[in-house]
């Protein structure tokens, strides 16, 4: 199998597919990107946000360092049950 038969991940997301790819709400994904969290672009007149792949795996990249010091300092937050 070639590199070209692989399937190639879009140079830019949506904030729907952000959103999938977190396994969290649009709300979320806006909150971060508003807040510039998350880097992101706005493109056309009505201002949709493109988030660059490479920029979402930055931001998961960072979320994990965060983590793994919140975790070495005893302060990580216990996630809410699910019921």
């Known amino acids: 199998m070639t590199d070209d038969a692989a399937p190639k991940r879009p140079r830019f997301l949506t904030v729907e597919q952000v959103a999938e790819e ?3 709400g649009l709300p979320l994904v ?3 990107l ?3 969290e998350l880097r992101g672009i706005q493109v ?3 201002g ?3 988030v660059a792949a490479k920029d979402l795996e930055d931001y998961i990249a960072q979320a994990y360092r ?3 010091e919140r975790i070495t300092a005893g302060e990580v937050l216990d ?3 699910e019921a």
Do not use: D, H, I, M
Request: glycine fraction near 10%.
């Open 66 to 68: 965060v983590t793994a």
């Open 34 to 36: 508003k807040s510039g």
């Open 22 to 24: 977190l396994a969290v």
């Open 48 to 50: 949709l946000w493109r």
């Open 44 to 46: 056309g007149a009505r």
């Open 30 to 32: 806006r909150s971060l």
């Open 79 to 81: 996630e809410p049950s």
